[in-house]
């Protein structure tokens, strides 16, 4: 099981970019196809990060 985390802050994304991210179907599909077993999304007002465990190796670039 390979583990990843991703995130933007409000230092490198715009809220616009950042509310893309939070709570939308498609984030899930996204996950779903690169093999995501397991997801969790944490949204804040300033950051939104995406911790997750795949079966194959997820690039982060």
Known sequence: ????????????????????????????CLLRDIGCAEALVLTTCNRVEVYGASEKRVSTD
């Open 1 to 28: 099981m390979n583990l990843f985390s991703v995130g933007l802050r409000h230092h490198t994304a715009n809220v616009e970019t950042r509310e893309g991210f939070a709570g939308h179907p498609e984030s899930d």
